[in-house]
Antibody, heavy 114, light 107 residues
Framework: EVQLVESGGGLIQPGGSLRLSCAAS????????MSWVRQAPGEGLEWVSV???????FYADSVKGRFTISRDKSKNTLFLQMNSLRVEDTAVYYC????????WGQGTLVTVSS | DIQMTQSPSSLSASVGDRVTITCRAS??????LAWYQQKPGKVPRLLIY???ILQSGVPSRFSGSGSGTDFTLTISSLQPEDVATYYC?????????FGGGTKVEIK
């Protein structure tokens, strides 16, 4: 059974950094397209980043240069390193498998506030 | 970048009604279009991919159509459990943009 479990969210001050993790089971992260999607409170879904199985990475303009997507094969885990966080980055962050997103994690809340 | 525009942004319909939601891409995306359902307080789930293929376990009252720039999600007979926000997403190439969402309520 495919499972995705995000962690690493929390309260962080503007300008700070946070690393989100998405632990996968039931499949191999490095063999799949893996995405991060976020949802600000009361808002719609916003695609954030994707890591292709071949290693290519892409980002939404809103996070380009600040966020980095990566994976650890030995841990079968996807990461999102978030630097220079802004208030507008406050959201629930979901990881998802494949393209389109056949499987989603339960999400982890990131709150950027002073 | 290709923009995805959904309409309407919200709708209210009676149980048993046929409901149609549209999604328009600013450029052609072939059939690389997915629809998701997000119930209040829940994680989104995939309903339809490749514009018209029903994901396993999704009720047959849901259907999708279209290609190129214009796509449609149809609920043939609205049920109370269909109250949710529906999103389209292009996935032919990055950025994998979502539409703005359509909130469906029961009248």
């Amino acid at each position: 059974e495919v499972q995705l479990v995000e962690s690493g969210g929390g309260l962080i001050q503007p300008g700070g950094s946070l690393r989100l993790s998405c632990a996968a089971s039931g499949f191999t992260v490095s063999d799949n397209y893996m995405s991060w999607v976020r949802q600000a409170p009361g808002e719609g879904l916003e695609w954030v980043s994707v890591l292709y199985s071949g290693g290519s990475t892409f980002y939404a303009d809103s996070v380009k240069g600040r966020f980095t997507i990566s994976r650890d094969k030995s841990k079968n885990t996807l990461f999102l390193q978030m630097n220079s966080l802004r208030v507008e980055d406050t959201a629930v962050y979901y990881c998802g498998r494949e393209r389109p997103l056949f499987h989603w994690g339960q999400g982890t809340l990131v709150t950027v506030s002073s | 970048d290709i923009q995805m525009t959904q309409s309407p942004s919200s709708l209210s319909a009676s149980v048993g009604d046929r409901v149609t939601i549209t999604c328009r891409a600013s450029q052609g995306i072939g059939n690389y279009l997915a629809w998701y359902q997000q119930k209040p307080g829940k994680v989104p789930r995939l309903l339809i991919y490749a514009a018209s293929i029903l994901q396993s376990g999704v009720p047959s009252r849901f259907s999708g159509s279209g290609s190129g720039t214009d796509f449609t999600l149809t609920i043939s007979s609205l049920q109370p459990e269909d109250v949710a926000t529906y999103y389209c997403q292009k996935y032919n190439s990055a950025p994998l943009t979502f539409g703005g969402g359509t909130k469906v309520e029961i009248k």
